[in-house]
């Protein structure tokens, strides 16, 4: 067993590139040279252009904007708008699987998989459960879910996950999050021309923005889906392009919104479309995934991740990709033209990602079955269409444990401990690997590439780094598959361990870099750090647990930090989030916010640093504890 490395990872992009130029395909590669370097004003944030009396950029020798808008009123500003932008998305998404929730039903297209944790979520929202049909349940449960988008009053429901201190730190300065589509709306108004402009008031706006994503639309998204697809569990899967199977039919699913892909998984997994893919001259018909809709089906039925966000023109670059999938989020519009250099179909399904040079087949829960059914035959009638002479699947993938939702996690952990038998189930086997120091901590790695950073580069560096000292990943979104392509959720990755991880991860038969799912999936990790701080009688920003997105770019990657500090976490990025023009913005994310939530941000673009300062964090607040 050996780790793949990130230059065999460009070697096979390379070999790529080369089919691409037979064809006339452009690539990011390439539109990255044309777009260096950068607008120095965007990038430090300081143009503003909110108003037609603009664009204004802030120099030396013109400090303000026309209406007077100093640098931090600026930066700050830019810098909600931005988390907004991010809180909408996610949220939005996690409204998409309330909805599908809502149309669940014993003889429709989505049924719920997952009932116990179901009743459990109605318990805990005080909704009656005696007595009452699943499904019943299912709308009632979906319909209150809703009403956390636009309820007049109150703050959102999930917040009673936290532990006490950390509610109280929330409720004290004004964080606790209201409404979701308020938090957003509230944030458009405040960053309005000619409304906020102090860097304060805009921060703790967006930390209030991202906790209404992170504790409310991502969190529902995460559970909603669980209802509906399963809770994932530990199961095998692959990872890297070499999961592409040349005599089959390919069909990618790209996105983030489970109920297409869950769809389309059913569909080709059906022996009618199996037979008719063979009639067809293929021998079978292969799934495989790019970003977060791709963890979503690898989490729960163990289909093979074909690559993370950079590597989606790829998948094209293969030519043996008969249709590529998408829904929302995170696709390139580069892959209309590029389909177009190959036979493969670019297929757009939702209303809210529409694209040009794609097909539209428009995807909703009434027609979900017939829709799937249609796209997964599209692709096997593609299937003749490709040209043989521009067909190379890099023959590189890595075997890959993932599912480790919060609950597999806590009942894996259960294995490597002598607790009494009363404790298992908890996260106390965990909490007693990190106080006996066999853990030292562990950190949440997520987020996307970003071609400012060599690709997968910083997450696999920094991730050998933290495990060959003793501490646990928990991964989601690209920052996953990125492990997952270089090996690392291979259980026997065991072996780039310290010793007290490796122990670990052979009493617990885990690898050390745990999937935890998709950027929705991100509120697990809350979870479980809501629950080893209340099971240690402890505040979150006490736990030896940070977080670090190295390589991050959306602006979703922004309202997650925001709501990773605001839930006490630390985290570290290697790449600016356009602040860096006020001296103001700096130090208050970098250090103000503390103050309201005893977390802050490290912006550090060197990974050896950005390394070095986690370890030194971690074992900082180890000391803090005299553990
Ligand atoms: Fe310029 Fe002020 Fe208008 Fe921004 S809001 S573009 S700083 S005048
Ligand atoms: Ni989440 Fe980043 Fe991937 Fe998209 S899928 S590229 S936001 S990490
Ligand atoms: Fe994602």
Redesign the pocket.
Known sequence: FKLTTVEEFEAATARLLETGAKVGADAWQFRVKNQTPHCKFGEEGVCCRICTMGPCRITKKAPRGICGCDVHGIVGRNYLKFTAGGSATHSDHGREICHTLYESAADGCYKVKDPDKLIRIAKEWGIETEGKDIYDLAHEVAETGLMEYGKPFGTQRFLKRAPESQQELWEKNELAPRAIDREVSCSLHMSHMGCSSKPEALVKQAIRAGLSDGWGGSMMGTEFSDVLFGTPKPIETEANLGVMVEENVNIVVHG?DPSLSEMICEFADDPEMIAYAKEMGAKGITVSGV??TS?EVAMRRGIPMAGNFLQQENVVLTGACEAIVVDV??IFPALGPLSKCFHTKFITTSPIAQMPDSEFIRFDAHTAGEKAKLIVKTAIENYKNRKPELVHIPQMKQKATVGYSTEAIVKALDGVTNSQVDELGTTKPLLECITSGVLRGAVAMVGCNNPKVRPDLAHIELMKKLVANDIIIIAS??SAQAAAKAGLMDKRAKDVCGAGLKRVCELADIPPVLHMG???DISRMLVLAATLAKDAGLHISQLPVVGCAPEWMSE?AVSIGNYVIGSGIDTFLGVDPYAAGSSEMVEILTNGTREWVEAAFTVEKDIEKLGDAMIARIEEKRAALGI
């Open positions: 983030h970003c977060c963890n989020q995170c979104g690209c998709s950027c929705v979703k």
